[in-house]
């Protein structure tokens, strides 16, 4: 598992530290990244994006300036390429101006195959229907849903910024110290900048007037234990549900604590 290094520690040791396999997490946020391509093609994960946007008006007003989480989704949108009109409407629906649906959050916590824990989060107009398709599907794959609790201290909400591997090191630290970062780690490639996640909107910005270029910004849960999955075969199993559960209209996110060896992974790419 990767440990995170103070952003304002030594170079050498933090080196040394991100020298280390992949976390779950950013495993999943970069296979995750890779995926949002397609599924952006086919309307899924337009569809997603638009109902956070809804839900955030609706529960903190449609001023993206006094309302930090639409902001976040406001931006995670444009990021998606969602035309901005469209944006604009779910931000109309979730404040009453526009009829729309009431959302409901939901969240649930399980395993998947191999003892690795999960955190889903949705957004849903039928819970009965929803609890149902995430139960069905973790029962039908290996996995198995776990009492409220047991799974959710595993977790803590985070500000995560992915960026290309080639982007300097200390550039990145440049924009990104004072803006709130605590913690970059080379993930075999990829750099992984992490703060708190009320400090994701200074973070971005901050990187952007440097134009420092990063491939992803988000708000996710990180785990703090991990579950190394040691075959290929174990990796698929649990991937496989990840998988199944993103694709479900209703979930909004998944969020996971297995770790796999860059070797197994690449493995699976090919």
């Not at 629906?93 to 989060?121: F, Q, S, W």
């Not at 992915?162 to 913690?183: H, K, P, T």
């Not at 009320?198 to 901050?206: Q, Y």
């Amino acid at each position: 598992m990767s440990v995170g290094v103070p952003i304002d520690a030594v170079d050498e040791t933090r080196r040394d530290e991100t020298e280390r396999d992949m976390s779950g997490h950013s495993k999943w946020a970069t296979i995750k990244h890779k995926k949002g391509a397609a599924d952006a093609k086919r309307g899924k994960l337009f569809a997603k994006l638009i109902k956070q946007v809804e839900v955030a008006a609706r529960q903190g007003g449609g001023d993206p300036d006094s309302n930090p989480t639409l902001r976040t989704m406001f931006q995670k949108a444009r990021d998606a390429s969602v035309p901005l009109d469209t944006i604009e409407r779910a931000v109309k629906r979730g404040t009453g101006e526009l009829e729309g649906v009431d959302y409901e959050t939901i969240t649930y916590e399980g395993y998947a195959p191999h003892g690795v824990a999960l955190y889903v989060e949705t957004l849903t107009d039928n819970r009965n229907r929803t609890g149902s398709e995430v139960r069905s599907l973790l029962s039908k794959n290996g996995g198995s849903l776990a009492e409220p609790g047991s799974v959710a201290w595993q977790f803590e909400r985070k500000g995560v910024v992915l960026l290309d591997g080639s982007v300097d090191e200390d550039e990145i630290m440049v924009a990104a110290l004072d803006a709130g970062a605590e913690d970059l780690v080379d993930d075999d490639g990829t750099w992984r900048l992490t703060c708190e996640a009320t400090d994701l909107p200074s973070v971005r910005e901050a990187l952007e007037v440097a134009e420092v270029p990063f491939l992803n910004a988000d708000v996710t849960m990180l785990a703090s234990t991990s579950v190394a999955l040691e075959s290929a075969e174990h990796a698929r199993a649990v991937l496989r549900v990840m998988d199944l559960l993103d694709d479900n209209d209703d979930v909004q996110d998944v969020h996971a604590n297995f770790d796999i060896s860059v070797a197994i992974l690449e493995g699976l790419e090919d």
